[in-house]
C-alpha cells in the first residue's frame, strides 16, 4: 500500500512570494489533515477535510493561507504571501476514519524556508 | 485546551541501554494515544497507538503504556541500538479526531 505523497520536499522562496504545497493521501483515506511544524515544537494542526469538506480550520491564518480539496482525495496548501515565519515543515496525513479512534499516517513533509 | 508535555527534551544513552520516554497530557479525555517517531527532515512514523481503553501495547523493543486517569504515558525502549536515534513525538486524539502533540524528546544512541 503507497503511503501519503507530498511535493515539493523542499522549497525556498522570498517573503511575499506565493508558495503552493501539494498532497496525494492514502487510497480510500477520507479524512486528510495538513499540519505546521516549526524546528523544535510538535506538529500544529492547520486544517481537517473529511471528504472534499473543512471539519476544522480554525488554527488556519486564513488572511494568507488557503486549502482545497476539491474531488475528495488529493489536497493543495497555498500561502500567499509567505512571511519569515512561515519557514517550516508542512505535514500532510491521512486517515480512514473521521470517528475518534482513527490511526494517521503522515507524508514526508515539505521544508519551507522563507528568506 | 489540551496540552501535551514531553519529558525530557533530549537523551543520550550509549548502545544496549534500556530507556524510558515520558509524556504527560493535560486533559484525560482522551480517544487514543500515539507514539511517533520522526528522523531529521523526514515525516513521521507511527510506531505504537494505544486506544483509551488499553493500558498498552507491544511492538518489538518497544512498549507504550496509556494511565488516562493520571494523564501520563510512557515509552519504554530495550536494548537500545544507534539506528533508535532519532526524535520521538507523543500525541493524543481528542474531539473530532483532532490530534495534539507534545514538543517530542531528541534521542541519541551512542556507540
Known amino acids: 500500500e503507497a503511503g501519503v505523497a507530498q511535493s515539493p520536499r523542499y522549497k525556498i522562496i522570498e517573503k511575499r512570494q506565493s508558495v503552493a504545497f501539494w498532497c496525494n493521501p492514502i487510497s480510500g483515506h477520507a479524512t486528510l489533515y495538513w499540519y505546521q511544524q516549526i524546528l523544535g515544537q510538535g506538529p500544529k494542526l492547520l486544517i481537517q477535510f473529511q471528504n472534499n469538506g473543512v471539519v476544522d480550520d480554525s488554527q488556519l491564518p486564513k488572511d494568507r493561507f488557503s486549502a482545497e480539496r476539491l474531488k475528495g482525495v488529493d489536497s493543495t496548501l497555498k500561502i500567499q504571501p509567505a512571511k519569515l515565519e512561515d519557514s517550516a515543515v508542512y505535514l500532510c496525513?491521512?486517515?480512514?476514519?473521521?470517528?475518534?479512534?482513527?490511526?494517521?499516517?503522515f507524508g514526508p513533509g515539505t521544508r519551507l524556508t522563507v528568506l | 485546551k489540551q496540552e501535551v508535555t514531553q519529558i525530557p527534551a533530549a537523551l543520550s544513552v550509549p548502545e544496549g541501554e534500556n530507556l524510558v520516554l515520558n509524556c504527560s497530557f493535560t486533559d484525560s479525555a482522551i480517544y487514543n494515544l500515539q507514539w511517533f517517531r520522526q528522523d531529521p527532515g523526514k515525516g513521521l512514523t507511527s510506531l505504537l497507538l494505544?486506544?483509551?481503553?488499553?493500558r498498552e501495547q507491544t511492538s518489538g523493543r518497544l512498549n507504550a503504556s496509556l494511565d488516562k486517569s493520571s494523564g501520563r504515558s510512557t515509552l519504554y525502549i530495550a536494548a537500545s541500538q544507534p539506528g533508535d536515534s532519532a526524535t520521538y513525538l507523543c500525541?493524543?486524539?481528542?474531539?473530532?479526531?483532532?490530534?495534539?502533540f507534545g514538543t517530542g524528546t531528541r534521542l541519541q544512541v551512542t556507540l
Open positions: 494505544i486506544q483509551s481503553s488499553q
Open positions: 500525541a493524543v486524539t481528542g474531539t473530532a479526531s483532532k490530534l495534539t
Open positions: 496525513a491521512s486517515s480512514s476514519l473521521a470517528g475518534n479512534v482513527n490511526e494517521q499516517f
